[in-house]
């Protein structure tokens, strides 16, 4: 059945919450569905030995706590449906918004769908970027693309870092309000006219609140089990309180779907410069001032 209901949270688990991208709610879920043997494998996105994202099936609890953050740049789903469909057994997915919905889709064509996924644990998407963001991000930082053996997207204190490590061991950041500035660049096409923020068909969907919190939507009564675990400290909220923390995200999208500017940016015709980066968080999260600022300029 459905349901909207949502809190502000985190999870209990220092560790988790630390690594999290918010407040490392998605990770502390899926450990507990394995531990509990609730399903037998779950999806989540890991980094490939090329540098790219990808989709990984694991049972190991080690693997879901090395996949834990938010992946930004598009990512190869390859045949994953695909194997999931021919290796029996209950999954847990982690899931866009577009993949939560081709998921539903597959459940309402064939019933066997549904008994392979049980649990579509979602992630709020604002955009996904094309892959070459990230180069241009290690570009910016003065790394070859060659040299690096790890990339992160939101490490460290606060909203996080992005990060690049090379095979000397040489660590670089760029906080994550600059690399926002990579969007209207690297955008994809599909990403500009989705509205599906929110992720409103997966059972759970999970956003950012303030650093080291999450916003938690509970979408279904599955959800509701989900999110119903001692490991997780969750508080409830009014949905007009959660809707004012993406109030921006909103508004950038409509920006980047009805500018000039950023149309042009998109286009390719404004080549991309990693010079012209600008130093100060425009997206994001932003203080009050900063907030004001973004505003004119929008
Ligand atoms: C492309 C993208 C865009 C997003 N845009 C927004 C936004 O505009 N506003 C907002 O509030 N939140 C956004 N989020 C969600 C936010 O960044 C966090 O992922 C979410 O709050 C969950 O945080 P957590 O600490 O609970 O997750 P964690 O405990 O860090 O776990 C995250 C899980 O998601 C998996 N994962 C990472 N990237 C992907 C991916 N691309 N596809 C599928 N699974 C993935 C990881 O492997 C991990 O299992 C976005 C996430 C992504 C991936
Ligand atoms: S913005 Fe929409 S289309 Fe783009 S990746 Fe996210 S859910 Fe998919």
Redesign the pocket.
Known sequence: MNVTEYYKGH?KVEA??R??????????I?VDLLRRRKVDY?V???LGNDNR?E?VITDRIED?ED??????TL?RQGDILKRIRAKEGRYAV???GC?ASAIRKLQEQDPVWKERIPYI?G??????LRPEADEAAARALGARWKDIVRIAY?EGEGEGDFVVETRDRTVRHMPKARWNHLIPFFILEKCVPCRD?FNETADIS????VPGW??VRVNTDVGRSLVSIPDLHLERISEAQALA??EH?LRTKELLRTSLVMRFLRSGAGRFSYRFLPKGPLMGYAERKRRRMRRVIQ
């Open positions: 999870s988790y919450r690594q999290g991208s918010s407040g490392g709610v998605a990770t502390t899926l779950v989540v996105a890991s994202s989709m879901v996949a834990a953050g938010s992946r930004y990512f982690v899931a866009v993949f644990i992630l709020y998407c604002g955009n996904m939101r923020l999970l956003g950012d609140l999450n916003v923390v993406h995200a």
